[in-house]
């Protein structure tokens, strides 16, 4: 089992940038796919961005490609989002999530990752 903690989110304004950070305990976090999810008020989580164990084969939705990077510290435990040019429509929770299944974007995207992270807020204000 893994447990996940989230940080670096906050309050910013529109086309600035911001890296959420996620450190997971463990000592085979290389065995783990991990991802970012979000979920907007009154809106469903979706998938945002994951990332092979060996760091290798990264997926992004639609919505953030060209401007959301996910990256991962193996030896640090450490899994990163850095977002760029940040929109409104990004404010949402943002959970860090992890799996020993590694698939692609479309498989997390429907079925989601096994451990789950408690989340961190950004709000991208206009």
């Known amino acids: 089992q893994v447990q996940l903690v989230e940080s670096g989110g906050g309050l910013v304004q529109a086309g600035d940038s911001l890296r959420l950070s996620c450190a997971a305990s463990?000592?085979?976090?290389?065995?783990?796919?991990m991802g970012w999810f979000r979920q907007a008020p009154g809106k469903e989580r979706e998938f945002v961005a994951a990332?092979?164990?060996?760091?290798?084969?990264?997926y992004y939705s639609d919505s953030v490609k060209g401007r959301f990077t996910i990256s991962r510290d193996n030896a640090k435990n450490t899994v990163y989002l850095q977002m760029n040019s940040l929109k409104p429509e990004d404010t949402a929770v943002y959970y860090c999530?992890?799996?020993?299944?590694?698939?692609?974007?479309?498989?997390?995207?429907?079925?989601?990752?096994?451990?789950w992270g408690k989340g961190t807020l950004v709000t991208v204000s206009s």
């Open positions: 990332i092979r164990g060996s760091g290798s084969i990264t």
């Open positions: 999530a992890a799996d020993v299944t590694n698939a692609g974007g479309s498989y997390y995207q429907q079925y989601g990752m096994k451990y």
């Open positions: 463990g000592r085979t976090f290389s065995r783990y796919a």
